[in-house]
């Protein structure tokens, strides 16, 4: 057993880790930035070339908080549910989140013809995309909320989140169906996820729903304790199980709704993250799981990121498909080197 | 109308126990009427299906009683929040806990809940009562170990030492001394029954060992069929209580041993 001491270690050394990533995914690139040039951006002195300061300020930096952001919240996101629903396979979406959100961005998109060619294309902005999604994925929130205030069983909530998802892949693809290539490249595209081209505004808001929702997760950690016994030890111990489950589904619906809505559906990394920190500390303790899913998940991100844009070449490849292709097998190799899962 | 007595801690009047549905209530058992004092061990015998479990579900407060009452220090159980309630009563539970991740030490000081504060950091009060836990169900060495390393008998000194670290003045246990070999079934009551004596906390908890409880309780709860009894063991013996609790020509009481035979 690991005492607080070394965890406050291992977390500061995860954290300087994560800050030497996130300068190297700074520098690298298309264009590659030489690190001296970063720092002296960061001071204010701004970078020798121009076009490295843009570059900087208002391309890689938005993206490598996003990323941060992103990694970080799915991966407390999928922490939050396999320990609400006792689920080794429960990921931030299972309760339709992302589903909710491929509908209304399907809806924006494949349905942007219905609107007519100008109005179309304003339709189709950044923002309108993101507005789409969110409202998407608020509107299954509400609907798993109002179950939640009525069932008790919360393996019901997840099997009835499971069908809102179903229900609402099944509308996207009749609406695929009857569009046309463009519009369902289009879609495919934002189904890939993508965390370049945020506007400040973006990660302005996105760092508030990602406060908000980690927040609401500290504020769970006991709760989420007392769950790991079951819920009728929980109970006993005077937990209240549906305000409980309430604020956990709250939580993980803002921070997993609101990161859909800027990067679009990244799934792997909210149930994957915790699985390798379970592995990795061997504890089911969430005041140590919650922060090293946190500092995992960003560096994650961070990690899939700097690949995801290749350095030295002019292409970007979809992160969603990075993410798995670097954390699965990290996974696997844990798995089988451990033999054994850590649940 | 509450009891008047000091020393009775757990009270039923005309309790039935069962569920209800739409249709109506589907009664389990009912008439149930006992009191139990202060540091008394309380055994819990009856058939299989007989209602004892929903008994202990409805005194924990984890279903609603379909009639009567139930008084715990002389104050209806319904007036209890579940805060409230998590001071008073603690429970082991047949079911194992969902986690089996986490440390010996991590899983008692959970019992520690309800005194912590909104992020369950433990203060030197909390580690006390965790180790006098430890010690008290002779667990302290295997505090650093895995719940998923530990034997059935182990892990079930484990829970009762997380009951104990809740430090209520009741417990009660769901069949303690299911899946235990026999010498561990007779441990867990023995630390059961020395419990009760020197920490004066209640216990009550429902068994199948129906010899080891007439042996160590101090009273027993029988549910039979139409009617349950509730009294010393000697004299539930006297009263031939024991008697009706199964088919006669299978499996017989004997008095004059305290025990079941099996018919021939």
Request: proline share 3%.
């Amino acid at each position: 057993m690991q005492t607080a001491q070394t965890y406050r270690l291992h977390f500061t050394v995860l954290f300087l880790v994560l800050v030497a990533v996130f300068l190297v995914n700074l520098s690298v690139g298309s264009v590659s930035i030489p690190l001296n040039e970063i720092f002296s951006a960061f001071i204010g002195k701004g970078a020798s070339k121009e076009t490295w300061q843009y570059i900087l300020m208002d391309y890689r930096l938005p993206k490598a908080i996003t990323a941060m952001l992103a990694g970080g919240g799915l991966a407390i996101s999928g922490l939050l549910m396999q320990t609400l629903f006792r689920n080794p396979l429960a990921g931030p979406f299972v309760l339709g989140l992302s589903s909710g959100a491929s509908l209304g961005v399907a809806i924006l998109i494949l349905g942007a013809s219905a609107f007519g060619g100008f109005f179309g294309t304003i339709l189709l902005s950044q923002w309108s995309l993101v507005i789409a999604s969110a409202l998407g994925s608020f509107l299954v929130l509400l609907a798993v909320l109002a179950v939640t205030f009525k069932i008790k069983d919360t393996m019901a909530i997840l099997i009835i989140g499971l069908m809102f998802g179903s229900v609402t892949t099944a509308v996207v693809s009749v609406l695929s169906y009857f569009s046309n290539a463009e519009q369902l490249q289009q879609y495919i595209f934002w189904s890939f996820g993508s965390l370049g081209n945020q506007s400040w505004q973006g990660v302005l808001i996105l760092g508030i729903c990602f406060v908000i929702g980690l927040v609401l997760s500290v504020f769970s950690s006991k709760s989420l304790n007392a769950l790991l016994l079951g819920e009728n030890y929980a109970k006993s111990m005077g937990l209240h199980i549906k305000r409980a489950t309430f604020i956990i589904i709250l939580a993980t619906s803002i921070l997993a709704g609101s990161i859909t809505a800027f990067v679009g559906p990244i799934a792997f990394v909210g149930l994957a993250v915790p699985h390798l920190v379970r592995q990795f500390y061997k504890t089911s303790n969430h005041l140590v799981l919650l922060p090293a899913v946190l500092l995992c998940g960003s560096l994650l991100m961070l990690i899939c990121d700097t690949v995801a844009q290749l350095p030295f070449s002019e292409f970007t490849l979809p992160i969603n498909a990075i993410t798995s292709l670097i954390g699965a097998p990290v996974v696997i190799w844990l798995l089988v080197r451990k033999r054994k899962l850590f649940f | 109308m509450a009891p008047e007595e000091k020393n009775i801690i757990l009270q039923t009047q005309n309790l039935a126990v069962g569920y209800a549905n739409k249709k109506g209530n589907s009664v389990v058992a009912q008439e149930i009427n006992f009191s139990i004092e202060k540091g008394e061990l309380v055994g819990l015998v009856g058939a299989n299906g007989i209602g004892k479990s929903t008994l202990l579900r409805t005194l924990t407060g984890m279903q609603t009683a379909l009639n009567g009452e139930v008084f715990l220090n002389g104050k209806n159980l319904k007036e209890y929040s579940s805060f409230q309630l998590a001071t008073q009563l603690s429970v082991v539970l047949t079911e194992a806990p969902s986690s089996k991740n986490l440390s010996v030490l991590e899983m008692i000081s959970l019992g520690r809940q309800p005194y912590t504060n909104w992020i369950g950091s433990l203060t030197e009060e909390d580690k006390k009562a965790v180790n006098l836990a430890l010690e008290a169900t002779e667990t302290t060495a295997l505090a650093q170990r895995k719940c998923f390393e530990l034997s059935d008998g182990q892990m079930q000194r484990v829970a009762i030492a997380r009951a104990l670290a809740q430090d209520t003045p009741i417990i009660i246990l769901d069949e303690p001394t299911t899946h235990l070999d026999i010498y561990h079934r007779a441990y867990v009551l023995k630390l059961l029954k020395k419990l009760a004596s020197e920490t004066q906390k209640t216990i009550f908890f429902s068994t199948h060992e129906i010899d080891l409880a007439i042996q160590l309780t101090d009273k027993l709860l029988v549910m039979a069929k139409d009617e349950t009894y509730f009294g010393e063991p000697c004299k539930l013996i006297e009263a031939g209580r024991f008697d009706t609790l199964f088919p006669k020509e299978t499996i017989d009481f004997d008095g004059k041993i305290g025990r079941f035979v099996i018919k021939n």
